[in-house]
């Protein structure tokens, strides 16, 4: 129930908060991370991970650390494995994350130690940890395959909006519309039509509407990613357009929609077709709106059948782009969805709760875990 889902949150935070108390950071990081991973927007979590990241740095600073004594601690560890001194080699590794909480070699080598001491969940956990930040580290994806197809852990369907994205983003790009809340694991630039939202001031690369890319060279970013934003767009063939010329031959756009099924403010429009995408586009209707602070403007309202159809029957772009993936929630799924929370309310409380519980009954039936959206890969063609 959502009333468990967040009692289990509030243990991990609290368990967190015991663990900074103790100075035991890696473990304390490891618990925040869990916590964010399932709520993003859990605000004693952010905090507790704020003011754990200060007390890293401070502590950094009353041991003196460097790199020197990274690299000694791990080579003794490193020792100590090959000696089968499992539990000190683990000491050691700990040392280093306490202060280096994503310490790449130390975090490999400490899931190595869970996986002779055959405490293969908590290794997969590690191994997961290091994707995340460095998706394509060939150490943590042998060890994770091994734990795989040796069936010491059960590989689940984890797709969702905080880092699917990962498998196919990478290199140079750019993210349109944030908000301020840019994807995480990504270096992309931002672009967006403000700063500010309604006071909240945040970074911005480029001032601009999403169709307009003029600081971009033709082909010249390996993707390009958006969540939530494609429905504002009143014209997005024009858009269409403008990324396939700034994107690189075979490169990415990936795209993170609302599905009207799912979507309460959406479920009761006509969903989008082809022909409304030409229309725009032949009326050279503008993607810079009026009040651009304002969210809640949505001019198309997709389902994944819907957006597929725009891509393949729309003569401007039919020929741009090739779908790759598509993450979306079965129709049983959405009936299961509508018949136990209703659809999804973005307001408040209602909206982190409906979320989790979506993604609750995806995992259920197996799916993917994308919530109230779904998740599309389309690749460039030139």
Wanted: aromatic share 10%.
């Amino acid at each position: 129930s959502v009333r468990n889902e967040n009692a289990n949150l509030n243990t991990l935070v609290a368990l967190a908060q015991v663990q900074t108390e103790r100075q035991n950071y890696f473990e304390a990081y490891s618990l925040i991370q869990k916590a964010l991973r399932e709520n993003p927007f859990h605000n004693t979590a952010l905090e507790l991970f704020r003011s754990l990241n200060e007390k890293i740095g401070q502590h950094k600073k009353e041991k003196k650390w460097n790199s020197r004594k990274s690299v000694d601690l791990l080579l003794t560890a490193e020792r100590l494995i090959e000696n089968q001194k499992l539990a000190e080699a683990k000491n050691k590794l700990v040392e280093i994350l306490n202060l280096e909480p994503q310490h790449i070699e130390a975090l490999n080598n400490l899931a190595v130690t869970n996986i002779l001491e055959k405490q293969y969940e908590s290794a997969a956990e590690l191994l997961k940890s290091i994707l995340m930040i460095e998706d394509t580290n060939e150490v943590a994806l042998e060890n994770y395959r091994y734990l795989v197809e040796n069936n010491f852990v059960n590989e689940n369907k984890e797709i969702n909006w905080e880092y699917g994205f990962l498998e196919y983003c990478k290199g140079k790009g750019i993210e349109i519309g944030s908000g301020g809340k840019p994807l995480p694991r990504l270096n992309s630039l931002q672009v967006d039509l403000v700063d500010d939202y309604n006071g909240f001031k945040y970074h911005v690369d480029y001032l601009a509407a999403a169709d307009d890319l003029s600081f971009a060279e033709n082909g010249s970013f390996d993707y390009i990613i958006h969540s939530n934003m494609l429905e504002h767009l009143a014209n997005p063939v024009k858009a269409l357009i403008e990324w396939h010329r700034v994107i690189k031959p075979n490169g990415i756009l990936y795209m993170i929609v609302p599905d009207k099924r799912l979507w309460i403010n959406d479920r009761q429009r006509n969903v989008s077709y082809p022909q409304e995408w030409k229309y725009a586009f032949q009326e050279n209707r503008s993607n810079s709106p009026s009040f651009p602070n304002n969210p809640n403007t949505h001019f198309f309202a997709y389902t994944p059948q819907a957006l597929v159809d725009c891509f393949n029957k729309t003569e401007s772009v039919s020929k741009l782009y090739e779908i790759v993936d598509l993450y979306t929630t079965s129709e049983k799924a959405v009936s299961q969805i509508v018949d136990e929370i209703n659809v999804f309310m973005p307001d408040g409380d209602h909206m982190m709760k409906n979320y989790l519980k979506i993604q609750e009954i995806q995992a259920r039936n197996g799916e993917y875990k994308v919530g109230h959206s779904f998740h599309i890969v389309l690749r460039v063609v030139k």
